[in-house]
């Protein structure tokens, strides 16, 4: 796997590339159609991109001890969210339910205890996200767990590009010459958690932590994020990771 | 449920029209919805574009246009836009931009056509202002039992009858059988065919009178009269009646007017029963009734004043109850006129009789009994024309201050533009008065523009009253034939626009301007009277009531077909709100004003005002062009 991060930005072209690769290589059915549906190019503009928000809820934050709960996702394009889309899972985890996370998810254990293990969902999961750039906020939540659970399942792995809000808006705010002078003036950083963030465009507070409803807080907050800092054209490739 | 859905469908059950919706319905909204947000400044839609979904704001707020690029309404959360455009052509009428940065909850064609379908409140919201205003009015008289009651529901048994050849014993005896407190006197037909009947045995009657228990003590009684006195010596010749289909607030009506406790129904024309003030109070518990005896047995000006917080004790007691706005203006005009009169006769006690005759003229809202809780005294006095000034003016001008003084004690403030008969100018014999309203008619400058304004609502409320229907006969007579007088009150009557409607809690003006506060009168009520005053000025009407007015127009083409209805839906809209919020102000114990605060006034209020409105602004723009200028008068604006 190519350590991404350390590739200039010019080479993000290989998502395609990676992708096309995966899908002459893969062994599972499933994986094969996901990866044959591809990505976007890098120079599609964004406005032309299918796109489709993902959420995680997980037991916790360390892919190693936690696991999966909730999926929710919702395709959608700049213009749109297509609610009557959406798709919800419940899955019953590889790894006990904490207390602490049922009060955080609201999901108690017996519906846990009937939910279907990810691997019954998995072919629909992927189905959805094929052929649509996958937009989260926060990466290191959904796609190492994705790739965990789906590893221990297939036996492969998997990856693919994300448009990430949470770091679009630490470009912004964490990365930028005003980031920076604040934390020199030694001012708090800026939040660029989900709720915060979508405060600073208007966008109204929702009560999370639902997959769903967290999934279309991530869309509308893309859509939101583009119309203020972006244009329509700018190319995909200069937002995925 | 799906819970996922709940921060969608709880938003949108918040906000009319919705907030109607059962929640499966809701549920099934809000699993259809598409989201698009749109940056400060964006288009959302635009002229012409193909629409096929209905816009819901989720937040944020969103400027509506007309074609031509006027503004035409500003909306905030929970609102929606794009219905007329769904519910014609598909082709967006009015483009929309976000005024903010704002959040869009797309609801699908079909499920509003669903919703239209099967909510019948929701179809109401979203079709035109008309069908919404008459459902919010039509609403409002079906919570109204006194209007539409008929007097014979308040009837429990025939009314004694008996002939006028018989003996008041024998009558008071069968009252007493009858445990009645009143009884007919009947005779053979005569001069009134009004009151004949034949009974079940065929035989022909004519009622001649009635005669109650009260006749008895002050008549029979007090004067001593022979036991054998028959009846029918007894009787006036005044005999007031009353249709067993006319509602009790008519019956109550009538009996404020007359002055009178008891009233003989007739079903056509045969009596049906009688009706006595307590079966009405006992029916309708609050009392201007009461009121209005209370003031005729007031010895002073004082005493009189000593009344005012139950006028407006009796005021929140009506609306409460359901009074429209047409019921609580006649109300309260009849009690204003109460105190006026109570006073011209303390004041005449005391000054002795008047030297020359005289008519106690009232103007404005009294005269076309439309009075609310706040208003100003508008008066005059029309005087004999055998009035001398030298003579006689000390005594007219000591019972006018009388009068005004006794009135401003009463809650009825002064004449900021000194409209009363304290003013020489306004305590003139008649003959003056026909000059004055001839040149105000022939010569129309801005000062008698407005002195037409206030003095064509007119009607007499003491004195003699054919002096004021000689002066309602010139207006009616002259007025349809001046072209150049009927163009000039148009246009006057173009000062005071209505706004545009309510934005959050602002009041939102046709440039945009956002106002905490609105003045009801000076933007709603006050120009839609001046708009029909106009129009009742070109048909030669003599009524004085709006609502009387819009009648008479009715019976001319001078309005496009249902206009008239459209402007009397409005004026009730308009009136209640007003009415409305100064019992809301009354409540909560502040002085009642005309002005209403956007954030006392109900989502449905809103949009039901913004229509009334729109109907005034049209009516308006209509107004201009129905009574051009006459080009011979070559006279620029």
């Known amino acids: 796997m190519l350590p991404r991060h350390l590739l200039p930005r010019s080479s993000a072209a290989d998502w395609p590339t990676y992708l096309e690769h995966r899908a002459a290589e893969a062994r599972q059915p499933e994986l094969a ?25 997980t037991t916790g934050l360390d892919v190693r001890r936690h696991a999966i709960v909730s999926i929710g996702l919702v395709p959608f394009t700049l213009r749109r969210i297509r609610l009557a889309e959406r798709r919800y899972w419940v899955v019953r985890p590889s790894r006990p339910l904490s207390t602490q996370s049922i009060t955080m998810h609201r999901i108690t254990h017996s519906e846990i205890a009937e939910a279907p293990d990810l691997a019954e969902v998995l072919p629909e999961l992927l189905d959805a996200l094929a052929g649509r750039l996958v937009v989260v906020h926060f990466r290191h939540i959904e796609r190492p767990f ?3 659970a789906i590893k221990a399942r297939l036996g492969e792995g998997l990856r693919f590009p994300v448009i990430d809000t949470m770091s679009l808006e630490a470009r912004r705010h964490r990365l930028s010459t005003w980031a920076r002078f604040r934390r020199w003036m030694r001012r708090p950083p800026v939040s660029i958690r989900l709720n915060d963030s979508r405060g600073r465009y208007g966008l109204p507070a929702y009560q999370g932590h639902h997959a769903l409803l967290d999934a279309l807080a991530t869309a509308e907050l893309l859509q939101a994020q583009i119309a203020t800092h972006y244009l329509p054209q700018t190319p995909v490739g200069e937002l995925w990771s | 449920m799906e819970v996922e859905l709940l921060e969608i469908r709880q938003h949108m059950g918040r906000f009319p029209p919705f907030d109607g919706l059962s929640d499966d319905l809701l549920d099934d909204i809000a699993s259809q919805v598409e989201v698009g947000y749109f940056k400060t400044g964006t288009d959302i839609l635009t002229l012409d574009q193909e629409l096929h979904e209905l816009c819901y704001i989720r937040s944020g707020a969103v400027e509506v246009y007309r074609r031509n690029g006027d503004l035409y309404n500003r909306l905030g959360e929970g609102d929606i836009f794009g219905h ?28 509003f056509h669903h919703l239209c379908d099967t909510d019948e409140h929701f179809a109401d919201f979203v079709e035109l202002g008309r069908p919404r205003m008459e459902a919010a009015v039509e609403q409002h008289k079906k919570a109204n039992d006194m209007m539409i009651t008929r007097v014979r529901k308040l009837l429990t048994r025939y009314p004694v009858m008996v002939e006028a050849t018989t003996t008041v014993q024998e009558a008071a005896r069968q009252i007493g059988e009858a445990q009645a407190s009143a009884v007919l006197v009947l005779d053979a037909p005569g001069d009134n065919p009004r009151y004949t009947f034949t009974d079940s045995e065929d035989r022909p009657w004519q009622v001649c009178g009635i005669l109650t228990d009260s006749d008895f003590r002050t008549r029979v009684v007090a004067e001593g009269l022979s036991p054998d006195t028959p009846v029918g010596e007894l009787i006036g010749n005044r005999l007031i009646t009353i249709q067993s289909d006319e509602s009790v607030h008519e019956a109550m009506l009538c009996m404020l007017r007359n002055n009178v406790h008891h009233l003989p129904v007739l079903h056509r024309r045969r009596p049906v029963g009688i009706v006595h003030l307590s079966d009405i109070i006992r029916y309708e518990t609050h009392s201007s009734l009461y009121l209005v005896s209370n003031i005729f047995n007031q010895s002073s000006a004082a005493g009189l ?24 203006g006649s109300a309260l005009s009849t009690i204003g006129r109460s105190f006026t009169r109570r006073l011209l006769e303390l004041a005449e006690q005391e000054l002795g009789p008047p030297p020359v005759p005289y008519c106690f003229m009232v103007n404005g809202s009294m005269a076309r009994n ?13 005087l004999s024309d055998d009035f001398d000034a030298k003579y006689h003016d000390a005594y007219f001008l000591a019972l006018a201050e009388r009068v005004s003084d006794g009135l401003a004690a009463c809650g009825y403030t002064y004449c900021k533009g000194d409209v009363m008969a304290t003013n020489s100018q306004w ?17 129309p400058t801005p000062e008698r523009l407005l002195h037409s304004s206030i003095f064509f609502d007119l009607d007499s409320t003491y004195g003699e009253e054919a002096y004021v229907e000689q002066l309602q006969d010139l207006v009616a007579q002259k007025a349809p034939a001046s072209p150049l007088f009927l163009a000039a009150m148009a246009r006057n009557a173009l000062n005071r626009t209505p706004p545009l409607g309510f934005f959050r809690t602002f009041v939102m003006e046709k440039d945009g301007k956002q106002n905490n506060t609105i003045n009801l009168k000076r933007r709603g009520t006050a120009p839609l009277v001046d708009l029909i005053r106009v129009h009742a000025l070109a048909c030669g009407s003599r009524a004085q009531n709006s609502f009387e007015r819009l009648d008479d127009i009715g019976q001319t083409q001078l309005l496009a077909p249902g206009v008239g209805e459209k402007l009397r839906y409005a004026m009730e809209l308009l009136s209640m709100a007003r009415i409305r919020h100064q019992i809301i102000d009354i409540q909560q114990e502040r002085t009642p004003d005309n002005d209403i605060e956007p ?7 809103r949009h039901h005002l913004k229509d009334a409105f729109q109907v005034l602004s049209n009516a308006q723009k209509f107004l201009k062009y129905r009574y051009p200028i006459p080009a011979r008068a070559g006279r620029s604006r």
Not at chain 1, 40 to 55: F, M, Q, S
Not at chain 2, 84 to 104: C, G, M, Q
Not at chain 2, 370 to 382: G, M, P, W, Y
Not at chain 2, 431 to 437: A, L, M, T
């Open chain 1, 146 to 148: 994705l790739n965990e």
């Open chain 2, 84 to 111: 007329f455009s769904l519910l014609r052509n598909h082709r967006v009428r009015f483009p929309a931009r976000a005024l903010e940065d704002t959040l869009i909850y797309f609801i699908p064609e079909p499920a």
């Open chain 2, 599 to 605: 954030e006392n006034v109900e989502d449905s209020e």
């Open chain 2, 370 to 382: 439309e009075q609310t809780i706040v208003t100003d005294q508008d008066n005059a006095l029309i």
């Open chain 1, 33 to 57: 159609r996901f990866f044959t549906a591809g990505c976007p190019e890098p120079d599609t503009p964004i406005a032309e991109a299918p796109l489709v928000a993902l959420d995680l809820e």
């Open chain 2, 305 to 328: 004043a000593k009344l005012a917080p139950d006028v407006r004790a009796a005021f929140v007691r009506m609306v409460g109850e359901g009074a429209n706005s047409q019921m609580a």
């Open chain 2, 427 to 443: 305590r003139q014999p008649l003959s003056v008065w026909k000059h004055y309203f001839s040149d105000w008619i022939d010569n």
